[in-house]
T-cell receptor
Framework: NAGVTQTPKFRVLKTGQSMTLLCAQD?????MYWYRQDPGMGLRLIHY???????AKGEVPDGYNVSRLKKQNFLLGLESAAPSQTSVYFC??????????????????FGPGTRLTVL | EDKVVQSPLSLVVHEGDTVTLNCSYE??????LLWYKQEKKAPTFLFML????IEKKSGRLSSILDKKELFSILNITATQTGDSAVYLC?????????????FGKGITLSVRP
């Protein structure tokens, strides 16, 4: 049971290049999230998905696209990378809510992160 | 705008000290508050709090929520160097179907031997 995995772990891009970050989870979770973490900024939500085939914008979606073609995978794409996208990217997943607020299903489980540098 | 504020932003203590980390929030439709520990990698879940006044405890760590005053504290007793990390507080909002988390900026705790 690997939990949440992310590939690649590190990447260096030149401005204008494109890339895709892959997140995979083996916990059969419905919800998946992409965050970026910058010094002094905490975790900020980029996009999220509440189920296979669905995506929605988070707090900082500009410059990113996502797809959730399979339940276990959530892809984050950068079409034309910019230095402002230099960051650490985390993927997270969460199970569907099973009951009231007393359940533990608000808990999101995080992947190990991808450190992206855009030159 | 929903807001989660953690204080202090950083803290340096010596092994054996007790520390209290603070998290206050201003959100509409509060559902739960979560604490995570992050040690140079993925945040790992510590506690989820939904009810006021009920302490959650795990070893030397404990946390409590005050829904009237809109804050939570995370206590660490007898600190060890392994407690050095960034501690993140996050709030989940109603309705729960999307259950996005709004994070604070984190508290960097350094425990010196």
């Amino acid at each position: 049971n690997a939990g949440v995995t992310q590939t690649p772990k590190f990447r260096v891009l030149k401005t204008g290049q494109s890339m895709t970050l892959l997140c995979a989870q083996d916990m059969n979770h419905e919800y998946m999230y992409w965050y970026r973490q910058d010094p002094g900024m905490g975790l900020r939500l980029i996009h999220y998905s509440v189920g296979e085939g669905t995506t929605a914008k988070g707090e900082v979606p500009d410059g990113y696209n996502v797809s959730r073609l399979k339940k276990q995978n959530f892809l984050l794409g950068l079409e034309s990378a910019a230095p402002s996208q230099t960051s650490v990217y985390f993927c997270a997943s969460r199970d569907r809510l099973a009951g009231g607020a007393s359940s533990s299903t608000d808990t999101q489980y995080f992947g190990p992160g991808t450190r992206l540098t855009v030159l | 705008e929903d807001k989660v504020v953690q204080s202090p932003l950083s803290l340096v203590v010596h092994e054996g000290d007790t520390v209290t980390l603070n998290c206050s929030y201003e959100v509409t439709n509060f559902r739960s508050l979560l604490w995570y520990k992050q040690e140079k990698k993925a945040p790992t879940f510590l506690f989820m709090l939904t009810s006021s006044g009920i302490e959650k405890k795990s070893g030397r760590l404990s946390s409590i929520l005050d829904k009237k005053e809109l804050f939570s504290i995370l206590n660490i007793t007898a600190t060890q160097t392994g407690d050095s990390a960034v501690y993140l507080c996050a709030v989940a909002l109603l309705p729960g179907a999307n259950s996005k988390l709004t994070f604070g900026k984190g508290i960097t705790l350094s425990v010196r031997p």
